[in-house]
Nanobody
Framework: QVQLVESGGGLVQAGNSLRLSCAAS????MAWFRQAPGKEREFVAAISWWSGGITYYADSVKGRFTISRDNAQNTVYLQMNNLKPEDTAVYYCAARRVAATVRENEYDIWGQGTQVTVSS
């Protein structure tokens, strides 16, 4: 059974950085979504399955977050810089076998989530 294992969440002050990791058992197109308290889950970033492939970002994180992957490790990373309190959420890794997409309902494999808290 395919599993996604996330790590790297934590508590940081605004302006600082965190890097999230998501390890998969196979090579997939992968994405990060997040869900803040009382809000719906939203798209953050996605990357196609091949090295150096296509990336997508939500407007709210463009220029601050970078998604990348290491296919030798089947791991995707989300480097989050200049974090803001509004980035506070549970971050979920998601995967699918074909092309990357920004649409949540097109991902069928999900991780357990990792908490990111940004203090002001």
């Amino acid at each position: 059974q395919v599993q996604l294992v996330e790590s790297g969440g934590g508590l940081v002050q605004a302006g600082n950085s965190l890097r999230l990791s998501c390890a998969a058992s196979e090579r997939y197109a992968m994405a990060w979504f997040r869900q803040a308290p009382g809000k719906e889950r939203e798209f953050v970033a996605a990357i196609s399955w091949w090295s150096g492939g296509i990336t997508y970002y939500a407007d709210s994180v463009k220029g601050r977050f970078t998604i990348s992957r290491d296919n030798a490790q089947n791991t995707v990373y989300l480097q989050m810089n200049n974090l803001k309190p509004e980035d506070t959420a549970v971050y979920y890794c998601a995967a699918r076998r074909v092309a990357a997409t920004v649409r949540e309902n097109e991902y069928d494999i999900w991780g357990q989530g990792t908490q990111v808290t940004v203090s002001s």
